[in-house]
């Protein structure tokens, strides 16, 4: 029997009434004689909401409490919708991501799955089930429960899929798949009908939250399909495959999340003080953009803007004796696999970040993307005019 993996967002499961319809699409999926094993997010904006409702009570909460507090999401929407599935006469069960057998690292918030044990699951589909997992979680080596990063939901299906080595993974939202620019603010924006591993890759990295940038990592080395659809629409859907032999611009991320913080020391930095401030913020689990010594006595780092306050706590602790000061970053990533092998998309970016007068502070070229940082903002009708000159 075909087993399928699908995924429902938190858009899709919402509230009761689109319950009903993710609950509707199980139950036809699994009178197609499948195997259906559902993974599900917080509902809407639950994990907002729990974030939020913490720093109320402390600034900088601690970690392991607040991946305990979390996991209370993803849990709430699988045994909802295991209670309505099973009303509607589809027999189905829920488990949180240690019940189905998850394990992870001990880093977290952004803990990393380490192995799957699908003695459960297989056994819960033999008997007929529907098996509702709780995404975005998972139990590291102490017991303690762990997340795997925001959309980590994705991670989970996708690593659900190489385990169980099932057909077919869908990743259902409220879009109908994935487009070359936020359809939402892009008017001319895109459908792509097949995307590489790589841009995908690039386009997760580059801050579009399209798919978590862990699941494309997975389904590239176990060489798993994902195929991104609407829960609300039939038609329209993007496979993510391996590459594509077309040099062409796919996609065009704008980042304006991110922040840069200059530390400086008037009397110089010490040789190997750069390595150690680098050290302390990853076991402090600071995720970094970018990370340089500027000059002698300057240090650089690109963080997220939801990191602030917990990397000028560590500053301020352990680093007093350096100046810091901070603005915010613009970044802008042209994604394609092959588009730098000539200057001709490089340089019509350019030209029209030069004609609405944007300097450029840096640029990165991979073989999959052009990446440009600027200081001011670049506003929709400068998203429209590169997306209209660079997307076929």
């Known amino acids: ?173 409220d879009v109908d798949g994935i ?47 994902i195929i991104a659809k609407s829960t609300f629409a039939e038609t329209g859907e993007t496979k993510v495959c391996q590459a594509i032999e077309n040099a062409e611009v796919k996609s065009i991320v704008k980042n304006d999340k991110l922040i840069e913080i200059e530390m400086r020391k008037e009397n110089g930095i010490p040789n190997q003080e750069p390595l150690n401030i680098y050290k302390t913020l990853l076991n402090q689990n600071v995720i970094l953009e970018n990370y340089k010594k500027k000059d002698n006595n300057t240090i650089s780092l690109r963080i997220q803007k939801a990191e602030q306050n917990k990397i000028h706590k560590i500053l301020e602790n352990e680093y007093s004796d350096y100046n810091t000061k901070q603005k915010n970053i613009i970044k802008l990533t042209i994604v394609g696999y092959g588009i730098t092998q000539d200057n001709i998309v490089l340089n019509q970016v350019i030209d029209i970040l030069k004609k609405y007068q944007l300097e450029i502070e840096d640029m990165n070229l991979t073989q999959a993307k052009i990446e440009v940082l600027v200081n001011s903002d670049i506003n929709n009708c400068i998203m429209e005019e590169l997306h209209k000159k660079l997307i076929k």
Request: glycine share 6%; aromatic share 4%; with cysteine.
């Open 1 to 173: 029997m075909e087993t399928i993996i699908l995924k429902f967002g938190g858009s899709s499961v919402a509230d009761n009434i689109r319950l009903n319809i993710v609950a509707e699409k199980i139950i036809s999926l699994k009178n197609q004689a499948k195997n259906v094993v559902a993974v599900v997010s917080a509902q809407g904006k639950t994990t907002d909401r729990l974030i939020k409702e913490a720093q109320e009570l402390s600034a900088i909460p601690q970690e392991r409490e607040i991946d305990m507090l979390l996991s209370t999401g993803e849990q709430t929407t699988a045994a909802k919708l295991s209670i309505l599935l099973n009303r509607k006469g589809q027999k189905a069960v829920s488990l949180t991501g240690w019940q189905a057998g998850i394990r992870t690292s001990n880093v977290h918030r952004s803990a990393k799955i380490e192995e799957i044990n699908t003695t459960r699951i297989e056994k819960e589909l033999s008997q007929g089930n529907v098996v509702i997992i709780a995404g975005f979680q998972g139990l590291d080596e102490t017991q303690d429960i762990t997340t795997l990063g925001r959309g980590g939901s994705d991670t989970t299906a996708v690593a659900l899929q190489a385990a169980l080595k099932a057909d077919r993974c869908y990743i259902f939202s």
């Open 179 to 225: 487009y070359s620019a936020d359809p939402n603010m892009i008017t001319v924006a895109k459908r792509l009908d097949e995307i590489s591993f790589d841009e995908m890759q690039e386009i997760a990295d580059a801050g579009a939250k399209v798919l978590h940038n862990r699941c494309i990592q997975i389904g590239k080395k176990f060489d798993c399909d």
